[in-house]
């Protein structure tokens, strides 16, 4: 009976223990091979990226997107090209519809003014931002009250004085499009100072500041990086921005005078504030680590002496948003834009 019982249950205790042994080994191995398998690589582009600009050559929208390229390529930040196509069609529309309709194509890009607000409410396409997939602000860009500077007009006060006794539609504002960002700056100015312009829009902020510099016509709220050349050659004069406070930037632009010496508008007495999204974003549809790729992109281009060159040189607030806090951020927008363009009698009829 003992020999038995012996025979039929003393053999099951090691058995049991090289099993476990057996399964203990599998899971050391298994843990192993993992921890040497390369990681699964994050998305990268696989073919050219298309970097939209809806708007035209020569503007703040167009250079950035063009040293935001010209960055990636100089400091080998991606695998493959960007190439920066110009539709700036319908005050921008163009652009932002062909992004609209690549639904799910992570290899559109889109640079965005707060013409991404105005437009739809201005010609009423069927588009609003939520139609995109927001990536990353990549600043706010200032508006400048600027003249010819062979004009007799030092100030802000004198300039808006002058306009008043001219008469109603006698001198003329020039800026980008058509009930965009600067006509509602240049309506608001309307409404504060009892002055009344002709406004003019040109294509881009480029051919604004040509003009302006031409004298065809008298004034132009245009951004600081659209006619810091021709302030820098003496051509146009600065009066005023239109933000709370002055820009910090210390270094002097031409012989004399640093962004920072200019006065706020508010100081003359106008108290009209504005700043312009200049931000990032993809087609819809796009996921989550193909946005990532790219806000991680555009951080690296951030911290490259030439962008914090081009930042100083066009005098730009320096705020950056990325995911939630910049989707919040442009809810609020939305519904201020929306504010001004009603005021500014700007909306499109139903």
């Not at 245009?222 to 005023?240: F, I, K, M, S």
Request: charge should be positive.
């Amino acid at each position: 009976m003992f020999g038995t019982t012996a025979r039929r249950y003393w053999p099951l205790t090691p058995t049991t223990n090289i099993k476990a042994t057996i399964r203990a080994a599998i899971a050391a191995t298994t843990v192993a091979t993992l921890a040497l398998a390369p990681a699964a690589h994050a998305w990268e582009p696989t073919r050219t990226v298309e970097f939209i600009v809806p708007a035209g050559t020569g503007g703040g929208a167009d250079q950035m997107a063009r040293l935001i390229q010209s960055i990636i390529a100089k400091h080998s930040l991606m695998p493959q090209p960007m190439v920066v196509l110009n539709k700036g069609g319908g005050a921008g529309a163009e652009g932002f519809l062909e992004v609209k309709g690549a639904s799910g194509n992570p290899h559109k890009i889109i640079i965005t003014l707060s013409n991404l607000f105005t437009t739809p409410l201005a010609t009423g396409v069927p588009f609003e931002w939520k139609d995109l997939t927001p990536v990353s602000m990549m600043a706010l860009d200032q508006f400048v009250l600027w003249v010819n500077a062979e004009s007799t007009f030092q100030n802000p006060a004198e300039y808006f004085k002058a306009v008043k006794q001219a008469g109603a539609s006698k001198m003329s504002m020039g800026g980008t499009g058509s009930k965009q960002e600067d006509q509602i700056i240049t309506a608001a100015l309307e409404k504060q100072t009892g002055a009344k312009f002709i406004y003019v829009p040109f294509k881009g902020g480029g051919d604004v500041a040509v003009q302006l510099v031409g004298k065809h016509i008298n004034s132009s709220v245009n951004n600081p990086v659209e006619a810091v050349a021709q302030w820098r050659a003496g051509q146009l004069r600065p009066l005023c921005v239109f933000d709370a406070e002055r820009m910090p930037y210390t270094t002097k632009i031409t012989a004399t005078a640093a962004w920072h010496d200019i006065p706020t508008c508010k100081e003359a007495g106008v108290n009209v504030s504005y700043n312009m999204l200049r931000g990032i974003f993809t087609a819809p549809g796009v996921k989550p680590d193909q946005v990532k790729f790219y806000v991680e992109l555009l951080t690296k281009v951030r911290a490259t002496p030439e962008w914090q060159e081009f930042m100083e040189k066009g005098a730009f607030k320096q705020t950056t948003l990325a995911g939630e806090p910049f989707v919040a951020w442009l809810g609020k927008e939305a519904a201020r834009h929306r504010q001004l363009m009603s005021e500014a009698g700007f909306l499109a009829a139903k």
